[in-house]
């Protein structure tokens, strides 16, 4: 097969070489047959007569070869490439406006595409991803949860071995302080079982993994694997750091490997900087002490390789019976009632499932939007290109009459719209690589180490390939059997008047439906501009002018929490002691911000109904002065107080919302609750405050607990800074960091930012940033595309109706009723796709309704707005032809064709 190949290459590339082999191959051969027939007895002259009989004419025998090697083909589609490269630089004019429309259609479809091929369907870089799942509980409560104690890992594993060839445990991510080489610098983390790396059958880039071991002790394994971005980026790629010993948290550990590129970890859209062995978890924080041997903290997600041939649904028998065991021997702990396994993506384990389906959601919504832009661009182009193939009828008809067929003809015209859709994929994949590009760019306001890789891989290219191919037939078929399918008499005599009313119908019959669906674009963009500003406009219950945060890790510079709360005390001091700073204080969690917390509560005369889940509330731990910080109103009560000491009695403040949703209207002042995980420690209300946004711009207010950090300070680690002030923020910025480190110069301090900027993430107006940007680009590239459609079949039916225009204004008409004729067929056009346009967005609104905030899907005014928009902008563009159409001299008007 490949000497075949190479040879009709080699026809192709070297015809003249070719050609001259195949004269000497049948020279030979008829020199033979007549040297045959002479020694057979006949005179020279005849025997090549019968020789030229039996083998036949070198001309025909030539092109029996060119058929049966397939060269003829090639030659013709070489040809076709050939003449529509002429063809395009006959008419750059066209040849620019169908490439660059048919690179905007793909381009947004490409961009588009890439994330949500990164948010969907890309799978992470492991072995045999398809075997690998995540566990997830079903709990007798309703809930689901895919958080496992490490007892109940280990139960798992042992109890699944039927099923799974291997089952390993990983922590969430957290943010831990490395020291090497005296240098200390923050680090994600994530602590991972010993056949972590094994069960994901990855290899290292260098060094070693964890080995498979328990590793339940740091002194097992005091090790650390590094993230490749973080070993490439923080230390330069060096492999001497294999073997080097450093600090975690002020405790030594090994670096012994680096994971391989691509492979970001567990954690969704997080790449996590370095893994360590589940023992390092035990003495880096002092809240995991009981680890190993605690049922209660459902602290380890579980993965899962399947054993081959089964699948995730084939297995859930045997979980179902493990999830029986679990509940039975420990109905204290491991109230399950089943468990799942879910294959593996970018989204499990660690995310909420409503995050993920919004986010699916979206995704759908604007691949949609997307591809209804490539749709628009396609029409476009088929209406210009059904335009042009007026103007080359005659030429269709020449070549017809000349001998060309019609599949020939076809095939002529389809290679030049294919041309233009590769020209056009080409040009689109470059605006869709700079697109992604620049959304993966987008800053998140955080030192998270979030990953927006929005690369070009072969999926894309697919996409893109596929998109072009798509738009190749949409776009060339049916010009290109228009153009043959006319009579060829008619044509030959039709004097070059090629215009038909029916093939005007068509062209505005696409650009109604291209005005309408730009229409929908508009709507949809003015409806995600609207909600944009309600959430930039939206009370939050607190005031964030003026606020500067300064997130602070002292664990991460090894104080324990006695030095930790020594530092934070002096750190206040000498904070309000600035001049300029009106309050400060101390807070585990900012509003909105990537981290929030939650419990379930059990409440001092309160019962939830048996249809209802067990309360439960998200809470923050602050110092005092918080509430001032912040300016959230205490309604009743009062605030956090310096006596609110570790030793004191445990107090709270809640939110109004928890309060009229507990206490029904009574004074919650003086009431208890507690932690469903520590009924022993009652907690009493000391006040209420007003509601306020804490950790989603949308949701509407929940119950919500506000603790004493010094209370509560084991638990959190970093703590935020923050103080309201009356001087520049440069100022004070500059003043914070070089207070914070005359106290201890290693501290490190991260996230210095304003309050606003902290509140401007993906839970905050971030994500409405985005979709608004997004859809407003996709509307006016789709309001671009109606007024060139509008422009050119309008221009193009002004010029087909230049002699009427003519007869008419020598018979009298005057200007004005010329300018009603022109304008009326545009508004023809506009009127249509108005109404198609309304009805689709109305139709639309429903799935896109979720995202919106304060504006109804159906709202009037963004509908009237986006009506009138395009309107206007397309009458404008009809005016150009109308008004060129008014200029006709009657006299030039006569001879026109």
Known sequence: MLEDLRL???????????????????RFHFEQQVEKLVQSGLPPAEARRQARLAIGTQDEIREEYRD??????????????????RMMRKSPGFTAVAILTLALGIGANTAIFSVVDWLILRLPPVAKAEQITTLEAELLSGYYNNGFSYPAFEDIRRQSTAVFSDVAGAMDFQMDGLSIDGNNQPIWTSYVSGNFFQMMGLKPVLGSFIEPTPGKSVDDEPVLVLGYTFWKTHLGGDSRVIGKSVLINGHPVTIIGVAPKGFHGIASLMDVQGYLPLGMGIVTSDAKKDLVVDRKPPVLAIFARLKPRLTAKSVQPVLNVIAQRLSTQYPATDKCKSLFANPLDLFSPGTDPSTSGT??????????????VLILACLNVASLLIARSSAREREMAVRAAVGAGRVRLIRQLLTESLLLALLGCAGGVVLGLLASRSLGSINLNTTIPFVLDFQFDWRVFADAFCVALFTAAVVGIAPALRA???????????????????????????????VGGSLMLLIVAGLFVRSLRNVEHANLGFDPSHVLNFTIDAHEAGYNEVQARDFFQNLLSCVHALPGIETASLAATTPMSYFSF?????IEGYQPPSNQQAPAAGYNAVSPGYFETMRIPILSGRGFLDSDSPTSPHVAVINKVMAERYWHGQNPIGRHFANTADPKNPIEVVGVTADSTTTDITSPSAPFVY?????????????????RTSLPLATANREVVDMIHSLSPAMPVSDVQTMIEAIDTLHGPMLFQIAAGLAASLGILGLA??????????????????HEIGIRMALGAQRVQILKMIFGQGFFIVSGGTLLGVLAAAAIARLVGNFLVGVSPLDAITYLGAVFILTTVALLACYIPARRAMKVDPMVALRYE
């Open 484 to 514: 043959t399918r006319r009579n060829l008499n008619n044509l030959l005599h039709e004097r070059g008047r090629t215009a038909t009313v029916a093939r005007q119908r068509t062209r505005s019959a696409l650009v109604v439906v291209q």
């Open 359 to 372: 986010l699916r959601l979206v995704s759908a919504v604007f691949l949609i939007l997307a591809g209804l």
């Open 598 to 602: 939650g419990e379930e509560l059990a």
């Open 8 to 26: 009709r290459v080699r026809s192709l590339f070297h015809r003249k070489a070719v050609e001259n082999d195949l004269n000497d191959e049948l």
């Open 785 to 802: 595309l109606a007024i060139i459609g509008v422009y050119g079949v309008v221009s193009y039916g002004a010029s087909q109706r230049t």
């Open 707 to 723: 603790l004493p950090l010094a209370q509560h300070l084991q638990n959190q680690t970093p703590v935020t800074l923050q103080l």
């Open 68 to 85: 049966s090697s397939g060269v003829r083909f090639l030659e013709t589609l070489l040809q076709d490439i050939r003449f529509a490269l």
